[in-house]
C-alpha cells in the first residue's frame, strides 16, 4: 500500500459531511466489481448503476482520499504532449481522435456534475497555455496551428493581448476554451452517493489483496478479512497502484509534485485574472493554477522524480515558497500567503496516455488508471469506454492506442 500524500490537503476542509459506507463483511456477487474509491472507480460506479448493471465498489480507505484529494482539478483537452507531438507519436488521426475525446469527456464531466444534488464547483473555463521563454514561441505557434487544424476552439494570444488582460508579461499564449474546473473531493463523494441511490453497493475499508479466476470464467476477489466478491467483470481503478494484482502490468513512472493553496484573495484583486482562467506554461515541469470558489489560488508544479512523498516539513516549506514566488512574479501585487501545502505522488505513463482497457493476459478484468495530468478527464474517457465495452457497443476498444501497455505487448 502506497502513500500517495503528505502535508496539509486542502479540498476536504471545503467538506465535511462525506458519507461513510460499511466495509464489506460477507461473501458478496456483482455483475461487476470495481476496485478502488477515487476519481476512476467512483466515476465508473456511478456511469455503471446509472446503465443498469449490478455494481459494488471496495475501497481500501475511504472515497476520494487516494490521489483524487491532492488533485488540483483543472479540467483540459490540451495534454502534457502536446497535439503536434501527439501526432509525431500515433499519427494524425488518432491524435486528434484522442484530444476530441477529451473535449468531450469535459463536456460529459460537465453533464455529471450538473446531474448531482448540490453543486460542486464545476465551472466551464478556458485555460491560458503561455510560452515560458521566447524561445518556445515557434513550438507553441506550431502546437495551435495543430489544435486549430483540428477544429478545437482555440486562440492565439500575442504578448500586448496577454499584458492586456493579466498582470504580467508573457511571449504569447494559446487561449483553450472548453476546459473547466471541479472540486474533486466533493465532486467525487458526491457521485459516490449519487452511485449508491442508483443500486451501486459501497463498501469502505475494504481491502482486496488477491483475485482469481474461476473455471466458469467468472472472477473471484479476496479482501484482507477474508471475505470473497465474485463477479462476472472486475475495474481495477487503483490509482497509482496497479502492480498490487499483477506485477508490472504497466509501463509508468512514478514522481511527485508539490502544491499550495493561499488565502483567499479580495474580489478587486481577483478581477486582474481574466475570468478566473486556468493557467499553466510549456515549461516542464509546469507551474498550473487557478482560482477557488472562495477566491484562493490553488497552484502546483516543481515535479521531482522520486515516487515517494516527502515527509520533510523544511522541504514542504521551502518548495511551498518556490511555487508562491512564481505566482508572485506573475502577480506581483498581490498580498500572497500560504494556508495549505503538500506533496503528492503522480503517476505518468511513458508514452504519456492513459491506459484504458482490458488486461491483454485476463479477459474480463479492465483499468482505468488515468495517469497524467489530465487524470480525471481520463476517468470519465476511462468510465465510458468501460461501459460501452461491457455493453458490447462497440466490436473492439474504439481507442486502441490507449488500452493496456504491458512489457509483453510494448
Ligand atoms: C498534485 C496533483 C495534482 C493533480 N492535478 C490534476 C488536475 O488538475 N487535473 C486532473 O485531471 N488530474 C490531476 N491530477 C491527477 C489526478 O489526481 C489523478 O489522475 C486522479 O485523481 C486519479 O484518480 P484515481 O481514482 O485513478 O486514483 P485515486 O484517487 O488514488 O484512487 C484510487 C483508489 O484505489 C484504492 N485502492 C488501491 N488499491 C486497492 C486495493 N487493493 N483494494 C481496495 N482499494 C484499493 C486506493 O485506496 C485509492 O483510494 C493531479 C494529481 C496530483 C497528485
Known amino acids: 500500500m502506497k502513500e500517495l500524500h503528505t502535508g496539509q ?13 460499511p466495509a464489506l463483511k460477507e461473501a458478496a456477487t ?3 466489481a470495481i476496485i478502488g474509491g477515487g476519481m476512476s472507480g467512483i466515476n465508473c460506479a456511478y456511469a455503471f448503476s446509472t446503465a443498469g448493471l449490478d455494481t459494488l465498489l471496495v475501497e481500501r480507505g475511504e472515497i476520494a482520499e487516494g490521489s483524487t ?24 488521426t488518432n491524435a486528434q481522435l484522442f484530444y476530441k475525446r477529451c473535449l468531450q469527456a469535459v463536456d460529459e464531466l460537465e453533464q455529471a456534475a450538473a446531474s448531482l444534488p448540490v453543486s460542486v464547483g464545476f465551472k466551464r473555463r478556458s485555460s491560458l497555455y503561455f510560452a515560458s521563454t521566447e524561445q518556445d514561441l515557434p513550438k507553441l505557434r506550431k502546437e495551435y496551428e495543430a489544435l486549430r487544424e483540428a477544429c478545437l476552439p482555440v486562440e492565439f494570444w500575442t504578448a500586448d493581448e496577454i499584458a492586456k488582460h493579466f ?41 482486496i489483496v488477491r483475485h482469481e479466476k474461476l473455471p466458469d470464467g467468472r472472477h473471484r476477489l479476496h479482501t484482507s478479512r477474508g471475505h470473497t466478491i465474485d463477479a462476472d467483470y472486475i475495474v481495477c481503478a487503483v490509482g497509482y ?48 493554477m487557478r482560482t477557488t470558489e472562495e477566491g484562493r489560488i490553488i497552484a502546483g508544479g516543481l515535479d521531482e522524480g522520486i515516487e515517494q512523498p516527502v515527509h520533510s516539513e523544511e522541504i514542504l516549506r521551502k518548495r511551498g515558497e518556490q511555487l508562491l514566488d512564481k505566482i508572485q512574479s506573475l502577480f ?3 498580498p500572497l ?14 508514452d504519456n496516455l492513459p491506459f484504458i482497457g482490458e ?17 480525471t478527464v481520463y476517468s470519465m474517457i476511462g468510465a465510458r469506454t468501460i461501459l460501452g465495452l461491457l455493453q458490447g457497443e462497440y466490436a473492439s476498444h474504439p481507442l486502441p492506442f490507449i488500452g493496456i501497455r504491458t512489457s509483453a505487448t510494448s
Not at 179 to 199: C, I, R, W, Y
Request: proline share 8%; aromatic share 12%; glycine share 6%.
Open 69 to 92: 484529494s491532492a488533485n488540483t482539478g483543472m479540467l483540459q483537452y490540451c495534454n502534457d504532449t502536446m497535439l503536434c507531438d501527439l501526432i509525431d507519436q500515433i499519427g494524425k
Open 167 to 207: 498582470p504580467f508579461k508573457k511571449p504569447g499564449a494559446i487561449i483553450t476554451h472548453g476546459d473547466a474546473e471541479v472540486n474533486p473531493f466533493h465532486f467525487v463523494n458526491t457521485l459516490a452517493d449519487a452511485a449508491a441511490k442508483a443500486g451501486a453497493r459501497l463498501h469502505e475499508h475494504t481491502d
Open 241 to 288: 497502484e496497479p502492480e498490487e494484482l499483477r506485477s508490472k502490468l504497466v509501463q509508468s513512472n512514478m514522481n511527485r509534485s508539490y502544491s499550495i493553496v493561499t488565502q483567499p484573495m479580495p474580489e478587486p484583486l481577483l478581477k486582474q485574472w481574466h475570468q478566473q482562467w486556468l493557467i499553466w506554461e510549456t515549461a516542464r515541469p509546469y507551474l498550473y
Open 30 to 32: 456483482a455483475q461487476v
Open 337 to 350: 500567503a500560504i494556508e495549505y501545502r503538500w506533496n503528492a505522488t503522480f503517476g505518468e505513463s511513458r
Open 9 to 21: 490537503l486542502y479540498w476536504p476542509t471545503t467538506r465535511s459531511d462525506s458519507r461513510p459506507y
Open 359 to 375: 488486461d491483454p493476459a485476463l479477459p474480463g478484468v479492465y483499468y482505468s488508471l488515468g495517469y497524467g495530468g489530465n487524470g
Open 332 to 334: 506581483p501585487d498581490w
